[in-house]
């Protein structure tokens, strides 16, 4: 009986730690302000293999910063090809390189690589014009498509591949920690079992997969109330010049680029304020909130 028991304990011990497990492999993102000093970080996205950069910036050259990516948003409105933004990326990375901003273990030419869509290439179809037929609903007057893309924008979520996995890997968790509570332990076993693949999974993705299969960013919150998003997002792509200003809706997918979390609340699966430039496969963004059906 007190074999029972503990194997209970165990089991039970077992769930929650795969249950909170997404936690404690979260990473934190903030800046806090010390003896005149804000803390900076920045993050590659869409590629695997560097690890974030958190540098201790001045006020003033935190300003600087500020004032760069006012500047950065108006050399961006004043191009009209991709050929003519392309150089203004490069410099970007440039400019954040002088501050320690490039994410640890990146070089300059390959921050500028993946920012401009290098690591994209071999994804893009030969002929769009054939998909825009098939699809025109995709491709329509809110939609940019293999763009290059910046934004600072103040409800935003970014969602890597492995967070794809960490929402079943929980509910099976938490749902194999109540059998287990009723004294269902030889139904929970089978639950513990997809729990623990969903975490090693949930591992693997999130620290080797080496292609940047999913990396989304969703701009405003859609869960009731929905609330938009509010800034500013300039794309320059297959479909021309498309910029939105001002609260919107969109979907970024197949991100590869930096960002740099702006708020001191901002989580790994938070909507927050963030400023982030380099490539997307698709933008679709809107004035007017989704609807489901």
């Given at each position: 009986m007190r074999l029972k028991k503990i194997l209970a304990l165990g089991i039970i011990f077992l769930f929650i730690g795969v249950a909170v497990a997404p936690s404690i492999n979260s990473t934190v993102v903030k800046a806090s302000n010390d003896n005149d000093l804000v803390e900076v970080t920045s993050q590659a996205c869409g590629i695997q293999g560097f690890g974030n950069t958190t540098v201790k910036l001045t006020k003033q050259q935190y300003q600087n910063l500020e004032q760069y990516l006012v500047d950065f948003r108006a050399r961006l409105n004043q191009t009209t090809t991709r050929e003519e933004a392309v150089p203004i990326f490069k410099e970007a990375v440039v400019e954040l390189n002088k501050y320690g901003l490039l994410p640890k273990g990146?070089?300059?030419?390959?921050?500028?690589?993946?920012?401009?869509?290098?690591?994209?290439?071999?994804?893009?179809?030969?002929?769009i014009k054939s998909l825009e037929k098939k699809f025109p609903s995709v491709f329509s007057n809110n939609s940019n498509f293999f763009c290059l893309i910046g934004g600072n924008t103040n409800n935003t979520m970014f969602i890597g591949p492995s967070y794809l996995l960490m929402y079943p890997m929980?509910?099976?968790g938490g749902f194999g920690a109540l059998l287990v509570l009723l004294g269902k332990i030889i139904l929970a076993i089978p639950f513990g079992v997809l729990a623990v693949l969903f975490e090693f999974l949930f591992l693997f993705f999130h620290s080797s997969f080496p292609i940047p299969m999913i990396n989304y960013i969703e701009l405003g919150d859609r869960r009731e109330p929905k609330s938009p998003d509010e800034g500013w997002?300039?794309?320059?792509?297959?479909?021309?010049?498309?910029?939105?200003?001002?609260?919107?809706?969109?979907?970024?997918?197949?991100?590869?680029?930096?960002?740099?979390p702006l708020n001191p609340e901002d989580w790994w699966m938070d909507h927050g304020k963030y400023f982030y430039l380099g490539s997307a496969l698709w933008a679709n963004i809107s004035y007017e909130p989704p609807q489901y059906k």
């Open positions: 990146m070089s300059v030419e390959e921050a500028e690589k993946l920012v401009t869509g290098g690591y994209l290439n071999k994804m893009i179809p030969k002929n929980m509910a099976l997002v300039n794309s320059i792509g297959k479909f021309g010049k498309k910029n939105w200003s001002g609260e919107f809706y969109g979907d970024i997918y197949f991100f590869s680029g930096l960002r740099i």
